[in-house]
Nanobody, 121 residues
């Protein structure tokens, strides 16, 4: 059974940093594009960041560009999201997703359950 398990969320103050991790039980993990999405209360889920099979291909939502960094360790089947200079508007449930045919905002086959990030002002 394929699983994506997120961790690293928490309650922080504005300006703080967090690093989210997504551990995947996927064979040939390096064949999957992987993304991070978030959903704030009362809002639709939105794209945050994507990393392709090759670490050279990364994409970010405008709202997080310059503050968040996505990376992956294929040997550990894990994708990371380093979040710096956090703002209250970054608050939400953060999900990771993976898909062989995934491009930044679509094509994901598997989703995790999410990890909560709360940023206080």
């Amino acid at each position: 059974q394929v699983q994506l398990v997120e961790s690293g969320g928490g309650l922080v103050q504005a300006g703080d940093s967090l690093r989210l991790s997504c551990a995947a039980s996927l064979r040939s993990f390096d064949a999957y594009g992987t993304g991070w999405f978030r959903q704030a209360p009362g809002k639709e889920r939105e794209f945050v960041s994507y990393i392709g099979m090759s670490e050279g291909s990364t994409f970010y939502a405008t709202a997080v560009k310059g503050r968040f960094t996505i990376s992956r360790d294929n040997a550990k089947n894990t994708v990371y999201l380093q979040m710096n200079s956090l703002k209250p508007e970054d608050t939400g449930l953060y999900y990771c997703a993976a898909g062989i045919g995934a491009v930044p905002q679509r094509g994901y086959d598997y989703w995790g359950q999410g990890t909560q990030v709360t940023v206080s002002s």
